[in-house]
């Protein structure tokens, strides 16, 4: 787990766009417990929150060694995720958190360098909307995403 060398700020993208199971909150759907100043429960947020590793907080997807404020998730409109997996090693989720977001600007480049090497998620959000499941597309090396075709549907993300 790497450790966060920035702060969010203003930024509160994570607490609507990514589920939360122990709070039965589901993706896209903003968290009961976010208030104007943050985490209203930060102290004792759930698991799935403290372990959550946002890329840009964390520092790390430098494309030219130049991420700051415009790469933060709810300027740059993608929240970059990272989990370790079993079945395919490492696993980057780029989250989108405004419509087509991942498709285009330096999301799209570090979408791009990550899929050389890594199984990417790209989630976006579903027709459904607020509280819905959003949905989910693969790019990576060929034979990762055709195992992650196969076998990741019925996976929840998060
Ligand atoms: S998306 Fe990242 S920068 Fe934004 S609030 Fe969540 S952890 Fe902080
Ligand atoms: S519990 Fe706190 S950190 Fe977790 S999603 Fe809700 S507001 Fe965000």
């Not at 208030?35 to 799935?48: D, H």
């Not at 989250?95 to 979408?111: K, N, T």
Request: glycine share 12%; aromatic share 8%; hydrophobic share 35%.
């Amino acid at each position: 787990m790497s450790v966060a060398i920035r702060e969010c700020g203003s930024c509160s993208a994570c607490c609507t766009v990514i589920g939360v199971h122990e709070l039965e909150k589901g993706t896209y759907e903003t968290c009961e417990h976010l208030c104007e100043a943050g985490c209203g429960i930060y102290a004792e947020r759930p698991q799935s929150c403290r372990t959550f590793e946002c890329q840009w907080l964390r520092g790390a997807l430098e494309v030219d060694g130049s991420i700051d404020t415009e790469m933060r998730p709810d300027a740059s409109g993608v929240i970059f995720d990272y989990h370790p997996d079993t079945a395919f090693g490492e696993v980057f989720t780029a989250w989108e958190v405004e419509p087509g977001a991942s498709a285009s600007g330096r999301a799209r480049s570090i979408i791009k360098g990550l899929e050389e090497r890594f199984l990417v998620i790209i989630m976006t959000r579903g027709p459904e909307g607020e509280g819905g499941s959003g949905d989910r597309s693969f790019v990576g090396p060929p034979h990762l995403v055709a195992q992650a075709t196969d076998v990741m549907w019925s996976r929840p993300v998060r």
